[in-house]
């Protein structure tokens, strides 16, 4: 009888996999439910914990490596135990692994192959934090679908992006992965990216399941040091942090990542009211939750477990349903179940979110998808080099422009393209570069070559080097403080130059994991060699490369003309060029503050007007005595080659009834000689409320685009929704009362007007 029984689960089990393998399974709710509770009814125990480990495939280690060699990583895979893996690339290693698995084992649950996949694959676009500076969401989600293209070309089917952490602190290393300092343009970003990857259908075979992460409070640090403590309280996370992540949910992001931190004590990875009561409770969503890398187990590091087994019991039932690399619930939920101290149920939801986004990416329709050879030949890496350059011109923020001396006038004859960025060729690609090759970037020198006419003599000296050594993911950067040997090259070409483009900033390896600084300035010997220069020529142009903003209060003051190049990928050169030669004018504005001094970090506009805002008379007021409080460039800054005028801000109505909605608009004329793109932006301010509230936040905006002496009425329309907020009863909802409304071209210059809200 027994036999018998098992017989008959064979059976069914044998029918049930052919039938998914081989049915044309549409992605209808009901009939992915049907078959996720189909399969896990076939599953061991043991197998169903294997869905919920993630191996790393071993050569791109973006963590500590792990205890599991691999030859015991390829038994498990053919006993199929193991849901995912990451860092496996190309289309050969994927297929592979994928076989093991598929040819091995008993139910044949293919896997997901995870990479991260940040801002771009093979063609690399501008660095996240730069490439939002374009405040152009159809370019954002554009890079993330070709980014898709060419992960799929390389067997990759999951990325680890888009990182949506708000981050206010310059210090952070990975503040250039993110959108900047606000909640609201993040979220914006965040539902384009996820478009990008997933597009309409998780299972076309060449889209990607994305992630959003890392849930929650990551980009908030103390004092911006990686991985630090995070102490911030209810308010700040469901105002500031939360949103994007809501956003992403919202649009059906596959997966979620949960984050290293802990917020008030708890770690986010053992942190239940995050991933089980707001994530998967209050918005309902049902994808899965992956852990960072080895975070399930870091909780032993945190004095919050004190072995794998008991961080593995608190992750599970907080809701992380996936450990990457971490070995703590291939080490604990056996014995934990059979302790009775994990209920099996609690595994079964795992595997079942699991299985779902599977099934939602067609892989067991087919599991090798993909896999697919053809896939990289069709693709024309040409023409997403074109696109990675549009987008490129398009992030590039002008912050200074004093006499008009750009765009580059044709009056200029020799130029003088000086700095240990100029002819940089790797540095624009950023961090988190996938598969771009090193050096593949088109340096500042090359665009700028290939861009002035052959009458136009070009100069080039490096100056000073800025990293010495050998550069690495995982080391440090070593920074050259000693070697001058360039400088006298670098003034005698100054000297003789009508222009000087001065390329400084930062390396590729200064930003990104791990790589938080204490100071933000031009590191090693850039600021000296600028002034040395500066001395023998003031007609300079400082072009910026950098992945964070810096502290460039002396370049500010100083410098004529100043452009924030960022790190802009494959084709950073030409667009930087297309931008200086005024082939493009530029449109960016910055996503995030740009300080005064380091100290001034965290350092944001949406920030709480404190009892004591700001006097110039006396010192009890909240500021910085030597400094101040305020932004070298705030939030939303950037010029343009022509200047806007905006005319007074007029609402339809100075009262808003429940449920209403008014009318804010404004006229923008384009004042100056040339065409230009101006970003409208709209901010609220809510001027008395159950929770002290900020000066101001980012509500809205739109891109205009005006010939020269050409006005445009922009309109805004303002509804209750707008004005919500997570209260002081702890729900988002909007309360009656005064509202400032302020329109302008970035957060600080701005008309304003007001009205209240009737309730
Ligand atoms: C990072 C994640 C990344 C993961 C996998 C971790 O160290 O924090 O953002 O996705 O490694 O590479």
């Known amino acids: 009888m027994k036999k018998n029984s098992i017989l ?83 289309v050969d290693a994927t297929r592979e692994a994928q076989k093991l698995v598929m040819e091995n084992s ?39 679908r070709i980014a898709a293209v060419e ?15 708000v981050s206010r602190d310059a210090r952070w290393g990975r503040i250039m992965e993110g959108s900047g300092e606000d909640p609201y343009l993040t979220s914006l970003v965040a539902i384009a990216k996820v478009k990008g990857y997933q597009g309409d259908d998780l299972a076309d075979s060449t889209t990607i399941a994305a992630t959003a992460k890392h849930f929650a409070g990551y980009g908030f640090a103390e004092g911006g040091r990686d991985y630090n403590t995070v102490n911030i309280g209810e308010n700040e996370l469901h105002n500031m942090i939360l949103p994007p992540f809501k956003a992403a949910a919202n649009v059906g992001v596959a997966t ?43 909780m032993i590091y945190h004095g919050f477990a004190k072995d794998k087994e008991q961080a593995a019991e608190i992750a599970l039932k907080a809701g992380s349903d996936m450990d990457m690399e971490g070995g703590a619930y291939e080490a604990g939920l056996m014995d934990l179940v059979q302790e009775g101290k994990i209920d099996e149920s609690l595994i079964n939801e795992a595997v079942k979110r699991i299985l779902r986004v599977k099934f939602k990416m067609g892989l067991f329709e087919d599991p090798y998808r993909y896999a697919n050879p053809d896939l990289a030949k069709e693709i024309s890496y040409e023409q997403h ?41 790797d540095s624009p690609i950023g961090n988190w570069r996938a598969q771009a090759e090193a050096n593949s970037a088109v340096s500042v020198l090359e665009g700028i070559k290939a861009a002035a006419g052959d009458d136009v003599n070009i100069t080039y000296a490096e100056g000073a080097k800025l990293g010495i050594g050998e550069r690495s993911f995982l080391m440090p950067l070593k920074i ?23 390329a400084l900033g930062e390396d590729a390896f200064q930003t990104g994991e791990g790589r938080s600084q204490a100071k933000i300035g031009l590191a090693g010997l850039q600021q000296e060699l600028l002034q040395e220069i500066y001395k023998v020529n003031k007609n300079i142009v400082l072009v910026l490369i950098n992945g964070r903003p810096m502290e460039i209060t002396w370049a500010a003051e100083k410098m004529p003309a100043i452009v924030e190049a960022w790190q802009l990928g494959s084709e950073s050169g030409h667009a930087i060029a297309d931008v200086l030669f005024g082939k493009y004018n530029p449109s960016g504005k910055l996503p995030v503050s740009f300080p005064k001094a380091v100290g001034q970090e965290p350092l944001y506009y949406n920030q709480k007007s404190t009892g004591r805002p700001y006097s110039e008379e006396h010192v009890t007021f909240s500021t910085y005595t030597d400094v101040g409080k305020d932004p070298l460039y705030p939030f939303g800054y950037g ?41 409208v932006q709209l901010y609220l301010q809510d001027l008395v409320a ?70």
């Not at 189909?38 to 205890?67: C, H, R």
């Not at 992030?395 to 004093?402: A, F, R």
């Not at 750009?406 to 960025?421: E, M, R, T, Y």
């Open 8 to 90: 008959l689960v064979l059976l069914l089990l044998a029918q049930l996999v052919s039938t998914a393998q081989n049915s044309n399974i549409k992605s209808s709710v009901k009939n992915v439910e049907s078959k996720v509770d189909s399969i896990l009814f076939m599953m061991t125990l043991e197998e169903k914990i294997g869905q919920l480990v993630q191996y790393n495939g071993s050569w791109d280690l973006t963590g500590p490596a792990s205890e599991v060699g691999n030859k015991q990583k390829e038994e498990q895979l053919k006993k199929g135990l193991v849901g995912a893996m990451l860092n496996v690339l190309s």
């Open 106 to 144: 008993r139910i044949k649950i293919p896997l997901m192959f995870g990479y991260d996949v940040i801002h771009g694959y093979k063609t690399i676009f501008p660095v996240p934090l730069g490439e939002t500076a374009s405040w152009d969401l159809e370019a954002m989600e554009k890079s993330a």
């Open 151 to 165: 992960s799929v070309a390389d067997g990759v089917n999951w990325t680890f992006s888009p990182m949506i952490d």
């Open 256 to 298: 979620f990542m949960n984050s290293f931190n802990t917020i008030d004590g708890t770690p986010a990875t053992g942190n239940k009211m995050l991933q089980r009561d707001i994530l998967k409770g209050d918005w309902n969503w049902d994808g899965f939750v992956v852990s960072d890398w080895g975070s399930i187990t870091e």
């Open 385 to 425: 080099r074109e696109v990675a350059r549009d987008i490129a011109k398009k992030s590039i923020v002008l912050l200074k422009n004093e006499n008009e001396l750009l765009p580059i006038k044709p009056s200029v004859k020799n130029i003088a393209v000086i700095g240990p960025l100029a002819d940089d060729k």
């Open 480 to 502: 050259n403080e000693t070697d001058r040997s360039g400088f006298s090259e670098a003034i005698e070409k100054a000297k003789n130059a009508d222009l000087v483009l001065m």
């Open 639 to 679: 010029l343009s080659y022509t200047t806007f005028e905006y005319g007074d801000l007029k609402l339809s109505s100075e009262e808003m009834n429940e449920n209403g909605e008014i009318t804010a608009s404004i006229s923008v004329t384009n004042s100056g000689d040339v065409e230009g793109k101006e970003v």
């Open 690 to 759: 159950s929770k002290a509230r900020p000066v101001k936040e980012l509500k809205g905006f739109k891109m205009i685009e005006l010939a020269p002496g050409e006005s445009k009425t922009v309109e805004f329309s303002i509804d209750e929704k707008m004005l919500e907020f997570y209260t002081a009863n702890q729900k988002w909802e909007a309360e009656a009362g005064d509202f400032n409304v302020f329109i302008g071209g970035n957060s600080r210059d701005v008309k304003k007007a007001q009205f209240t809200l009737n309730k």
